[in-house]
């Protein structure tokens, strides 16, 4: 054979060995780059879909095994932040839901990020409603509140504003700036707290009238008295009966002062809570002794006070004296509002159910005025000021009595037609809470 050919099949023989080689070598290559790929769609489609958990599963050397490594690695750091996120997320929702105020974090743009459960009550919105992501301006119903979001949001000055809105209802609302982390300039929103400071409002209302009923309350007689003690001294030839005249009335003043200066001490004691000792306290027995105490004072006017016990063995858990002038009371404000001739009915019977006492004052008295009954049982509240002191009220009396029947863990309501009469109704529990 020519030593040329034999040369040229030798390099040619080695050629196709190694064109061989490299095509194996290339298709495995193929093939694994290949099952990677899939496995690589497989697992990113799962991560899209939020299963961190999944993990690469295919083990391949070099550069595709370093990215095979660094993609778990990846996803398992994403899943550990993602949860505590969410973790996070769970611990701020819970903190504000457990705030007792109305709770929004709102961006610059009105976008409502977080609200509570208290917040949407208070807007009058839908509790089960998801409200993130809505704008407020879509939200809100009320037009004084949608005003002062629409002020403030986005300010960066803190702002406090009070708003009495419909059904005498006051809302404080807090308005604060939240600003980019590390910055003083960048505004990104803001937290709004809402707080309903209704009742507030109210007792301090009912503060200030306390305080000027009181010092009204005390001043007449006290006026009176020494403006009656001065014409007594500077007048020595009075004659005795203008002088008992005079004595009668400081006499009357005084004992006026007196009386009101006791239940401003008793309110004030039972407001603060005495320490009682309680008793099974028989309020059939009771009411008698208040039958007797009262029977004079009826009969000069002529005023019948009858009684009808459904149970006349009856007894609650409380202090007698309480409970003594709790019938007190209600019997002697019937007497001096009702007319001569007039008729006066105390009732006690059970509730449906038998977990209530019901005790009844029924009188034909003078009544009271439709706009004047959900005042009645406030103190110093007096539907006739003149005709009250005329006859002796100090207008703490339904307040006393109101108190006390709470401290029995009971209520009191009256209905009442002006010119034709009133019913107390007092609700006591047979067993206190």
Request: glycine residues 6%; proline residues 1%; aromatic residues 8%.
């Amino acid at each position: 054979m020519n030593p040329n050919l034999q040369q040229i099949n030798g390099v040619y023989f080695f050629v196709m060995l190694i064109t061989s080689a490299l095509a194996i070598l290339l298709i495995r290559y193929t093939v694994t780059l290949r099952r990677y790929l899939k496995e690589f769609t497989r697992v990113s489609k799962k991560v899209s879909n939020k299963e961190f958990h999944t993990r690469f599963n295919t083990y391949v050397k070099g550069e595709l095994g370093e990215l095979s490594k660094n993609f778990n690695y990846m996803i398992q750091i994403m899943d550990t932040t993602i949860e505590e996120v969410k973790y996070k997320h769970l611990q701020l929702t819970s903190i504000v839901k457990s705030v007792s105020h109305g709770i929004l974090a709102i961006d610059v743009k009105g976008n409502i990020l977080l609200v509570n459960d208290v917040a949407k009550e208070m807007l009058k919105c839908d509790v089960e409603k998801n409200l993130e992501g809505s704008n407020f301006k879509f939200i809100v119903k009320d037009k004084k509140i949608l005003e002062i979001f629409q002020k403030y949001v986005g300010s960066t000055q803190n702002e406090v504003i009070e708003l009495e809105l419909k059904d005498n209802l006051v809302y404080r609302i807090k308005i604060d700036p939240v600003y980019l982390q590390d910055s003083k300039h960048a505004i990104i929103g803001s937290i709004i707290n809402i707080e309903d400071i209704t009742e507030l409002v109210k007792l301090e209302n009912m503060r200030k009238d306390f305080v000027a009923n009181v010092s009204h309350e005390l001043k007449t007689p006290l006026t009176s008295i020494t403006g009656f003690v001065e014409t007594l001294k500077i007048n020595d030839e009075m004659d005795k009966d203008t002088r008992n005249h005079f004595l009668d009335i400081i006499e009357k003043e005084s004992n006026r002062l007196k009386g009101l200066i006791e239940d401003i001490l008793l309110l004030s004691s039972i407001e603060n809570g005495q320490d009682l000792s309680y008793e099974q306290v028989k309020l059939f027995d009771v009411f008698k002794e208040v039958y007797e105490i009262t029977d004079y004072i009826a009969s000069s006017k002529n005023i019948t006070v009858s009684y009808n016990f459904e149970d006349e063995d009856v007894s609650i858990l409380g202090f007698r004296d309480n409970v003594k002038q709790i019938f007190l009371n209600l019997v002697d404000n019937g007497i001096k509002y009702t007319p001569e001739n007039g008729r006066i009915e105390v009732l006690q019977h059970y509730d449906q159910n038998k977990q209530n006492i019901i005790l009844e004052f029924k009188d034909n008295g003078i009544g009271i005025p439709k706009e004047s009954l959900n005042r009645i049982f406030e103190r110093f509240y007096r539907v006739d000021k003149a005709r009250s002191r005329d006859i002796g009220g100090t207008g703490l009396g339904l307040a006393i009595t109101k108190h006390m029947v709470k401290s029995l863990g009971g209520n009191i309501e009256v209905e009442s037609i002006l010119g034709v009469g009133s019913d107390f109704i007092v609700t006591i529990p047979l067993e206190m809470k």
